[in-house]
């Protein structure tokens, strides 16, 4: 079993920072890609950004420049940090993670229990 959980959502006004956590704990081999999506009302979910074990990272257009993704395997944790929040931003964010399991090896993608961030004046 590996649980997901997150932590650093919270209201912040435009143009300000928030730092989101990922933390895996569990039966962990290895963790490939770790990444962060989100959910705004009304709205599918949509990829935000997403680091692979070597450290290559991919970022939705519209945070590029702005947010930050970053890992320290030593923590199986991953970090999201969002610089120049706009309203826009506003939304339920979720990490997802593909873990293999020390358990024959298995491979399974996970999600997070989700992290509102509301960015407001």
């Known amino acids: 079993q590996v649980q997901l959980v997150e932590s650093g959502g919270g209201l912040v006004q435009p143009g300000g920072s928030l730092r989101l956590s990922c933390a895996a704990s569990?039966?962990?081999?290895?963790?490939?890609?770790m990444g962060w999506y989100r959910q705004a009302p009304g709205k599918e979910r949509e990829l935000v950004a997403v680091i692979i074990s070597g450290g290559r990272t991919n970022y939705a257009d519209s945070v590029k420049g702005r947010f930050t993704i970053s890992r320290d395997n030593a923590k199986n944790t991953v970090y999201l940090q969002m610089n120049s929040l706009i309203p826009e931003d506003t939304a339920v964010y979720y990490c997802n993670v593909g873990v293999v399991l020390t358990t024959a090896y298995t491979y399974r993608e996970l999600w997070g229990q989700g992290t509102l961030v509301t960015v407001s004046s």
């Open positions: 569990g039966t962990i081999f290895r963790l490939n890609s």
